[in-house]
């Protein structure tokens, strides 16, 4: 048989949870209703950022910045999944496989270095609240989202073009929900230690760098916290940097436990439900962690709803 790659016309069949029959409507039906959620909860957060003006400082822009991703990334996934749970068929096109494929790793080592940056401005607010303004100016703000996006889309650049060049040996059959990095590798039929060595060096770079920045950030912030006196400023600081927290530990967490231990040490199933939380459960979480412990999102809310009220009776 050809070993060479076949042809960009042919349709990848997308196993999905197919082993699991009985489960395939409770997860279509959770999946759904989760999706629906991202879409409120990411679009709600995004426009009361842009809305409400004393919601314009750097930790909202990052806000909806994160937001936006967060809807990108489940719409890249979602829909096709969902089709595929209740279609006949579970096929993916060659380039909607690759679109799938190239915007997971682009959106996700995205988050990635955004949850960084929102790390440090977490630090300067807290550690630096007098120089806060001149740390964490515009423009600064934006070239280190513009850097989070480009870093993000680079990688995926990278690691897509030496992936698809892989033989697959007429294999069509990817074995996860999407077109997925490990899933892909998995239907190759040779081993590349070049694709293994760039996918670790990658992760170092866009998991473990930012990580250990978020670590320091953290470190410093509780330090400073511990010195705190005022009651209602050290709430303040909790429920915020606790909110960021909540949301690096469930995205990290799963993010390094699949892409920085060995492809063959993980069970099937076991990837399956990980990709499914981390993908559909993360971007459904991030708007409900952010803004039911952070009091200035909810008055933010009550005020727009109030001029809204306002301007319709007059």
Known sequence: M????ESSTTDFILLGFSDLPQLEHI??????VFYIMTLVGNTAIILVSNLDSQLHTPMY???S???FLDLCYATSIIPQMLVNLWGPTKSITYGGCVLQFFFALDLGATECLLLAVMAYDRYAAVCQPLHYTVLMHPQLCQKMVLTAWLGGLGSALIVCSLTLKLPRCGHREVDNFFCEMPALLKMACVYSKVIEIVVFALGVIFLLAPLSIIFISYTIITQAVMRIKSTARWHKVLNTCGSHLTVVTLFYGT???MYMKPQ???SEDEGKFLTLFY???TPTLNPLIYTLRNKDVKSAVKRILCERKWSAKS
């Open 2 to 5: 050809d070993t060479n790659n």
């Open 61 to 63: 822009f990052f806000l």
């Open 264 to 266: 063959n040490s993980t």
């Open 255 to 257: 993010i390094i436990y």
């Open 65 to 67: 910045n994160l937001s």
């Open 27 to 32: 997860i279509s039906g959770v999946v759904f």
């Open 279 to 281: 993908t559909i459960v």
